[in-house]
Structure formats: structure tokens, C-alpha cells
């Protein structure tokens, strides 16, 4: 799609968004309304025929729509998995602290998350009971804002150019309301004439409404017919998938399973099968017995930017989690080690061992809120323990328990998590006298292209 047709269409579709413009009615007079609260006579009549419809969204209840109620974070992703028709089998578990792994929204947040349309909410907040940092925050509303961000990634994901000349919100009295996290889209959408503001502001923390929601999703299908797959299949697929009950306690196990087009990936599949085969029998025979088993709970989650697939596995051992990280180049099937990841960025170790140092003090400041102070001299040495050069290495190496017992470790392992290549690590964060230790991802503030114009 050449930009000037890309700008007309998007014109459209963020008009809906900002503007709440309606459009002609069409065939939504053959619709069958069973909400009350949608009238013929409104402007969001036919928005909502088509949604309803196509199946992206349903009412509030059987009657209900709430056109005016706010849109949340949870329903519009789900409404665009329902709009590429995901396979919610591929999508298990949650990546984020306040998804639980059941709710009705959680595999649509997996989908959007693993393409790069989504990311959390940027907490950040260092937690010892789940392997990522973000938070979603699923039933918070929809802002301007976000809408504006999930729709350059979304786009990006549908082949069309975003890359515009740098622009700057200064125009408006309200750009300092605009989070650092939303600027570039939000600047996408003034230079590209999608965006002018509303009474001379961009307002960008106000939220949409469910009825001018489904008009922004009205206006997608007219600008990107359904059909085009532009999403691909998904490269990651699940090689088991257990669910085991034992008295009120249910363990999970997923495993995952790489599928490259063209590329042959079974001894990297065998080799990620391998890696838990042994603590899931060890498990699954605990559970027979009546037994509670040492390992809770084996997951993954994924992420794809450009070319590389960051696959992350971790296991729920003995009240710690483990991780293991696959960077797989998915043209070759070759597996990138931390260092290569980095270089692939251009960024000179030094700048690393920095983002790593300043990560792991933050999460060992985290962790002594959580645990309350301790002696001087205590606190001193388990800051020095989690500060160690070879804590935040990229080769494999030794951790010293004592000046005679030592712990073979790997290298902290890099994975990019975010639309924009943020860069996060593996960390081991000490807690305890003696070789109590978290291993924690950890987002480092780095990232493989530039955030900011």
C-alpha cells in the first residue's frame, strides 16, 4: 500500500477513534438487535452491527451493549484476536502478574503480546511470583494513548510503513500528558494526519468508549479486508500440554514447540524437551503417589521482533523459578547466544554490564522492601553477592558459595521483549544468608532500535 493510500485509510480509521465520526449505515439493516440499549437513530448503530457480527465483540449481557461504557485494556485485545480468528490453543498461560492463565482474556493478551502488539504497562515492579516484571492491567480503560500505540504496532504487523520524518507534539498544550511509552505513536499519528487533537488538545489519557471502539474496528475491516493473514502462523505451537489435579491443587505443565517455516528445528525441539523431560516425570510420578511435587509448574513465553524469536521457559521449582532462554534467528534456525544477540544491536559490552548493574540494584532494593531492612554489614554483602562481574557476564561461569564451593552458572541470558526490541535479562538476585537465590527477568532499558525520534 503506497503511504499516501495508507494515510487516507488510516485517516479514516483514526477519526472514529479521536472523533467518534460516524459512518453510512450499509447493510446493518438486515441485523437483528437484541440490545436495548442500540438504537437504529444512534451513530454507533451499524459500528456495532458489524462487530457483533463478525464476532469480535459480544454485549455486556444478553440484552446490553453499554455503548458508553469504557473500553478496557483486556476487551480491545480480545477483540482483535477474535479479528485475526487465533488459535487459543497456542496462546497458554500469562506472561503477566495480574492475567491469571484462565481468564477469558488471557490468551487473546498472549497472541498480542508474543506478535509485538501489546506490552505491559511498564511497572516494572520487581516480584519473586511470576517470571515477568510487567503488569497488563486487563480492566483498566482503554486510553487515546494506547489506542494510538497498539495501532502503529498492530499495522507494523500488517506490513504497512510507519516510518514517518521525526515530528514533536510541542503544539499542543497537552503533550507533557503524553507517557514516554506512547510518544512515538502519538507523534506517528499528528505527522501522518491521523491525529489533530480535539479542541486543540490530543488529550491522550482519556479513554474510548465500547461504541467508539467498535467503530475504530469498523474502520480496520474497511481499510484491511479480512483474509490476509498477515500475522502468519504462529512459530510457536505446544509439544505437551499437562494439567494435573491433586486435592484442591492443580499443577500445569506446557512445553513448547518452535515451528520455522522451512526450517528444520527438531534437534532444538528435542533439545527444549530434553531440558524438562526428567523434572516432569519426577512430577508426574510425586502426583501419582499422592505426593506434592517439587516442580509446580513448567511455562514459556515468546516474543517475536524482526527476525528473532525470544522464547523463554521457566520452571516452578522448589518455590524458585528457572529459566532457560532460546534466541532463535527464524530465517537460519540458528541459535543466538547472548553476546550475538547484543552485537546484532551494536551495543559495546560496557553499556551492557552498566543497564545490568543498574537491573540488578533495582530488584535487590525491590527485594529488601519486600524482606524489611537488615544489619548494615548483612545487607552489604548480599548486595555485593548479586553485584558480581560474572552476575552480570554473557559467558558461562562460576559462582563462589564459599572460598571453597563453587556453583557452575550460565551467563545471564538476553531476550527481547517488547515492540521495540527492548532488551531484558536473566539475573540472579541473592535474598538470603548463605545460597538462597531468585532468578528474575529483568528489563534493562535497552533496546535494538531507538524508542525516541
Known sequence: M????????????????????????????????????????????????HVVKEGYFAGTSSTTFSPE?????????????????????????????????????????????????????????????????????????????????????????????????????????????????????????VESGLLSGSDGKLL???????????ALLNSLDRCYPEGSA???NSPVGISLAEKFTSGDTTYTYHIPLIQLEGV????????????????????VNSISQGYPPICSEIGYFWNVYKDVLSLVTWDYLNS??????????????????????LERAGYQEDAYTEAAETALNRAFDEWLQVR???????EQALRERTLLPANCGLDDWELPLDESTFISMKGNQLFLGNPYGEFWMIGCVWHDVGSERRHVALPLNLYSEPIAN
Open 230 to 232: 498477515a500475522f502468519g
Open 2 to 49: 503506497k503511504k499516501s493510500v495508507f494515510r487516507k485509510a488510516l485517516c479514516t480509521l483514526m477519526s472514529a477513534l479521536f472523533f467518534c465520526c460516524s459512518l453510512p449505515i450499509g447493510a446493518a439493516a438486515s441485523w437483528k438487535n437484541p440490545f436495548q440499549d442500540v438504537k437504529e437513530t444512534d451513530w454507533f448503530y451499524s459500528h456495532v452491527s
Open 372 to 378: 524489611g531492612p537488615l544489619p548494615a554489614e548483612q
Open 204 to 214: 491522550p489519557r482519556k479513554t474510548l468508549t465500547r461504541a467508539q471502539a467498535a
Open 264 to 283: 528444520n528445528t527438531d534437534a532444538l525441539n528435542a533439545e527444549i524437551s530434553q531440558t524438562y523431560a526428567q523434572t516432569l516425570n519426577q512430577a
Open 69 to 189: 461504557a469504557e473500553m478496557t485494556r483486556g476487551m480491545f485485545v480480545t477483540a482483535l484476536a477474535n479479528r485475526e480468528k487465533i488459535d487459543r490453543s497456542r496462546y497458554p498461560g500469562s506472561r503477566f502478574q495480574d492475567v491469571e492463565p484462565d481468564a477469558w482474556y488471557a490468551p487473546a493478551i498472549q497472541w498480542a503480546a508474543s506478535w509485538g502488539v501489546v506490552s505491559g504497562m511498564g511497572t516494572q515492579k520487581f516480584t519473586f511470583d511470576t517470571p515477568t516484571l510487567e503488569h497488563f492491567e486487563p480492566n483498566t480503560p482503554l486510553s487515546r494513548q494506547d489506542a494510538a500505540v497498539i495501532l502503529m504496532a498492530y499495522c507494523k504487523n500488517l506490513g504497512s510503513s510507519t516510518e514517518l520524518p521525526g515530528s514533536s507534539l510541542e503544539a499542543f498544550p497537552d503533550s507533557g500528558d503524553v507517557a514516554l511509552y506512547a510518544m512515538i505513536a502519538m507523534e506517528w499519528a
Open 320 to 341: 524458585f523459578y528457572e529459566f532457560h532462554v532460546w534466541n532463535v534467528d527464524m530465517t537460519t534456525g540458528q541459535v543466538l547466544d547472548s553476546r550475538e544477540l
